[in-house]
């Protein structure tokens, strides 16, 4: 059972009472927001749609977020995204070569996306690249215990991608509708700053911070380098170059 796997508890007549609820149907599963019926339940789905097409159009040198983390010849560095919440830069980086291990400690958003990786992994052939790329780790966080779990220190990732939700500015109608999913459900990260003194110190070679553009930096240290783009920025940490053979 989803429920079982996935450690979350199965609600039979109390579901209407709480705000927010994961339903399995027929096209996989949703989460459904019970206090603003006018919102279409979010879904996460990397077969189809904008979703799946963004991914075909990605993995290129093109993306901010694959420059930043520094792909190049013979560079194809591991990533632990620490802050995976819908995926979607994560699967960036798998489609452009990464192998990608996803933190998300939500249990909800954790949920939608590991049944997005196993839909996306099911959908296609032993053989293929998302077998071998995508990994969905437990619902954690890099902040919740010390010394991190071993199945997170073993992973020894070569770079550590970070992106804690913002408190919004913007008003929610200028708000795409994961967005207010997120920001209701998860709210700001307010422990963010705490995030990247653990992940300079588990990374091998750099941490990237995905921040507004006219965020602070992370915990107010100044970033070896940045890749800008048109609302966002990539701020990044270098501990070391990569080796210039593949790492």
Known sequence: MLAERLKLPLHQAETEQAPFVLELTRDGLQLRWTTQPKMQPLTLDYTRGAQAWRQKLGG??????????????????????????????????????????????????????????????????????SSKRLHMLPAGSLLEAAPLPNHIQSIQP????????????????????????LQALVGPDLDADGLLA?????????????????????????????????????????????????V
Not at 66 to 80: E, Q
Not at 89 to 115: I, S
Not at 158 to 173: G, N, T, V
């Open 158 to 181: 070569d770079a550590i991608y970070l992106d804690p939700m913002f408190p919004e500015r913007e008003k929610s109608a200028a708000v795409k509708k994961d967005m207010q999913f």
């Open 60 to 129: 290129g040198k093109q993306e901010a977020v694959v420059r930043a983390i520094g792909l190049g010849h013979n560079v194809r560095p591991s990533v632990l995204d620490a802050t995976a919440g819908l995926g979607r830069d994560g699967m960036m980086l798998a489609h452009a070569g990464c192998n990608v291990y996803f933190l998300e400690r939500h249990p909800g958003v954790h949920a939608l996306l590991d049944h997005a990786i196993h839909q996306f992994q099911e959908a296609h052939a032993a053989e293929h690249w």
């Open 198 to 246: 653990v992940a300079l110190n588990l990374a091998t070679y750099r941490v990237v911070v995905k921040r507004p553009n006219k965020a602070p930096f992370l915990a107010g240290q100044t970033p070896s380098a940045q890749v800008p783009s048109k609302k966002h920025r990539f701020d990044i940490y270098i501990k070391k170059a990569y080796p210039k053979q593949a």
